[in-house]
């Protein structure tokens, strides 16, 4: 008599639920693998340089030296140590006041700037002229932060180019970038001119996106330029300002630290010296990188925390947040 071969023990896999589960994720990735194709890589560039790093913040608890390992036997644990020197620090009120005090400057003048642009360009109906000032206005941002510094300190210097303007109506040369009072003025001017026209391209992709019929209607309605770009325009990009405004908000404590480490010198510490130029100079030139760290992780949390504020009241104000 023939003897029927009897299964190995063990779980019973390969059903049919199972299989048509199989086959269902293969479709869902064969259907979509152009997109699978680019998400894959910015999703690998992300957690190589925006995910992995942060394992380095362990250094902020420790007394690190270069060379030595982040966990160890040899490893010196110092707990909340920095931050707490940090906070005790004579620099702290300086470069946090002047840390909030450019960035409310550049919040001041360089974030409604760009709306205002993007909301006057839209009226011109001359598509030549239009697309010659979006261009023109573009360029700035592309011309790297040292140029920029380097244009700066020609132009402040007593013989620049500003002295020899001012001294057509009198006015005796200076040394601008060497004046304490003025260096908040020259950063924002600088800040806000290389940045308002890139930064107002999200603008005007908004605007492109609203129907036009909606413009007809309301002239149709005898509304005038002001009365469409107040119930239409403005209504139109209320999300996305919204949500510009939490991203800068939350972005307060970190100042646009190249410009200002190219452009600020001793003299002017008073009132240039920020958290980023200060932990370029304690941590890079003088190798306290376990407590730049600290003060590093310190700004991170106070801008979350910020971000996390401003997107609950820009939800319960607008309807429109980040999450």
């Given at each position: 008599?023939?003897?029927?071969?009897?299964?190995?023990?063990?779980?019973?896999?390969?059903?049919?639920?199972?299989?048509?589960?199989?086959?269902?994720?293969?479709?869902?990735?064969?259907?979509?693998?152009?997109?699978?194709?680019?998400?894959?890589?910015?999703?690998?560039?992300?957690?190589?340089?925006n995910?992995?790093?942060?394992?380095?913040?362990?250094?902020?608890?420790q007394?690190?030296?270069?060379?030595?390992?982040?966990?160890?036997?040899?490893?010196?644990?110092?707990?909340?140590?920095?931050?707490?020197?940090?906070?005790?620090?004579?620099?702290?009120?300086?470069?946090?006041?002047?840390?909030?005090?450019?960035?409310?400057l550049n919040?001041?003048?360089?974030?409604?700037?760009?709306?205002?642009?993007?909301?006057?360009?839209?009226?011109?109906?001359?598509?030549?002229?239009?697309?010659?000032?979006?261009?023109a206005?573009?360029?700035?941002?592309?011309?790297?932060?040292?140029?920029?510094?380097?244009?700066?300190?020609?132009?402040c210097?007593?013989?620049?180019?500003?002295?020899?303007?001012?001294?057509?109506?009198?006015?005796?040369?200076?040394?601008?970038?060497?004046?304490?009072?003025?260096?908040p003025?020259?950063?924002?001017?600088?800040?806000?001119?290389?940045?308002?026209?890139?930064?107002?391209?999200?603008?005007?992709?908004?605007?492109?996106?609203?129907?036009p019929?909606?413009?007809?209607?309301?002239?149709?309605?005898?509304?005038?330029?002001?009365?469409?770009c107040?119930?239409?325009?403005?209504?139109?990009?209320?999300?996305?300002?919204?949500?510009?405004?939490?991203?800068?908000?939350?972005?307060?404590?970190?100042?646009?630290?190249?410009?200002?480490?190219?452009?600020?010198?001793?003299?002017?510490?008073?009132?240039?010296?920020?958290?980023?130029?200060?932990?370029?100079?304690?941590?890079?030139?003088?190798?306290?990188?376990?407590?730049?760290t600290?003060?590093?992780?310190?700004?991170?949390?106070?801008?979350?925390t910020?971000?996390?504020?401003?997107?609950?009241?820009?939800?319960?104000?607008?309807?429109?947040?980040?999450?």
């Amino acid at each position: 008599m023939k003897k029927e071969a009897v299964p190995a023990a063990g779980p019973v896999t390969g059903g049919p639920g199972e299989m048509k589960l199989y086959s269902k994720r293969t479709r869902v990735i064969r259907e979509n693998i152009e997109l699978w194709s680019f998400v894959i890589p910015a999703a690998a560039l992300i957690i190589l340089f925006n995910y992995a790093p942060m394992y380095g913040i362990i250094i902020a608890f420790q007394n690190y030296f270069p060379g030595s390992p982040f966990l160890g036997e040899k490893t010196q644990w110092v707990g909340l140590k920095h931050f707490i020197d940090f906070i005790n620090s004579i620099y702290f009120k300086r470069i946090m006041t002047n840390s909030i005090r450019l960035s409310l400057l550049n919040l001041l003048f360089g974030f409604w700037l760009p709306i205002v642009f993007a909301l006057i360009l839209n009226e011109i109906r001359s598509l030549r002229f239009k697309k010659f000032v979006q261009t023109a206005s573009y360029l700035p941002h592309f011309i790297s932060t040292v140029v920029v510094a380097g244009m700066a300190i020609s132009f402040c210097q007593p013989t620049g180019l500003i002295n020899l303007l001012l001294g057509a109506f009198g006015v005796a040369p200076q040394s601008w970038l060497d004046m304490p009072s003025k260096f908040p003025m020259i950063y924002t001017i600088i800040n806000v001119w290389k940045s308002f026209g890139f930064n107002s391209i999200l603008y005007f992709s908004t605007l492109s996106a609203i129907d036009p019929s909606l413009y007809e209607s309301a002239r149709i309605d005898g509304a005038n330029r002001w009365q469409q770009c107040w119930h239409i325009t403005l209504p139109g990009l209320k999300s996305i300002i919204a949500i510009q405004f939490i991203l800068a908000l939350g972005g307060i404590l970190a100042t646009n630290s190249d410009l200002v480490i190219l452009i600020y010198n001793p003299a002017t510490y008073e009132t240039a010296d920020v958290i980023g130029s200060y932990t370029y100079r304690i941590g890079i030139q003088n190798g306290k990188y376990s407590y730049t760290t600290a003060v590093g992780l310190f700004m991170s949390i106070v801008g979350f925390t910020l971000t996390f504020i401003a997107n609950k009241f820009s939800n319960w104000l607008t309807g429109f947040g980040l999450w």
